[in-house]
């Protein structure tokens, strides 16, 4: 990898990690808890870092993401406003803090921990920090208790839940969360409605595998269906598409640059994104964070 490029996925990795880092330990006491009735038993919940799902019903609550651990307790109080039943089960989506943070509080209140098996692995041995000292292990008590590496399904309070792995996408350990009969995918972070892809490739995360899974929600969606990303807003089938289709035309634009030898610099100087600079929400640094990880990835198959 050239120097560029290494030193431009060094700082977008320490950068992701400081920010998790930070909100982890920052006061969050002003962030309130945001309940989405999406349809019949299924809620969404937002405050500060990933979406959080929620199925209720007599046969108790299961969560998709966790969020924070600061936000525990409000995350818990919104809950208990929609149901009074327990929480018996989490599915984490990925690996990062701003999804699984809030895991050891929910353990400790009685909820089995659920994950793909290269999740559980990440967070139990985490990726040396931008200075290579060691990553700090994630106590046991925020360790899935239950992993998988094929689809497995949740039969409860009369839905059918399915966790169903998407392979190295966002990260390694990604999971599409679908319930059936509310017609619901619950993505993580391999498809977001705001800003531009993010493929964390230190976490295992690749091109071809965010394609990939995107292709593989988009055959799970019917005219109805609702398409919740792990930030931003519930969107369609259509809007699946058309970021798939984004994905590629952005690629098709990087890629013979990168063939024809252009520092990572000239590359983002080319502007691949300014066709959808505009329609993207939030775009903020996204674009340029994304163009490089094209750039390392293609560069990295030539």
Do not use: W
């Not at 969020?67 to 109080?77: C, E, G, N, S």
């Not at 919740?228 to 289709?245: E, F, K, Q, S």
């Amino acid at each position: 990898m050239k120097s560029s490029t290494r030193f431009f996925m060094t700082t977008a990795i320490a950068a992701l990690t400081a920010a998790i880092a930070v909100a982890q330990n920052q006061d969050l006491s002003s962030v309130q808890i945001k309940t989405t009735k999406i349809s019949n038993n299924f809620n969404t919940l937002e405050g500060q870092g990933g979406m959080i799902g929620v199925l209720s019903g007599p046969d108790g609550v299961l969560m998709v993401d966790s969020q924070f651990a600061p936000l525990t307790d409000k995350i818990v109080a919104a809950i208990k406003q929609i149901t009074p039943s327990p929480i018996r089960y989490v599915i984490n989506t990925h690996v990062h803090g701003d999804h699984t943070g809030g895991n050891e509080n929910l353990a400790k209140l009685g909820a089995t921990i659920f994950s793909r098996d290269q999740l559980r692995q990440r967070l139990a041995s985490p990726n040396p920090g931008a200075n290579g000292a060691p990553g700090t292990p994630a106590p046991a008590a925020a360790l899935p208790v239950v992993t998988y590496d094929q689809k497995i399904t949740f039969h409860m309070n009369g839905e059918d839940v399915e966790a169903i792995p998407v392979r190295s996408a966002h990260t390694d350990g990604d999971t599409l969360v679908r319930f059936v009969r509310n017609d619901v995918l619950m993505t993580g972070d391999y498809f977001r409605s705001l800003g531009y892809p993010n493929i964390d490739r230190a976490n295992g995360g690749t091109l071809q595998g965010m394609l990939d899974g995107l292709a593989q929600t988009i055959a799970l969606c019917g005219p109805n269906t609702k398409v919740i990303p792990g930030h931003g807003a519930t969107v369609d089938r259509a809007a699946l598409v058309a970021h798939r289709d984004m994905i590629i035309a952005i690629r098709d634009k990087v890629a013979p640059l990168v063939r024809q030898g252009r520092s990572l610099e000239q590359v983002i100087a080319s502007k691949p994104t300014a066709d959808f600079d505009a329609k993207v929400p939030s775009v903020g640094t996204t674009g340029d964070r994304f163009i490089g990880q094209l750039f390392a990835e293609l560069q990295s198959s030539k």
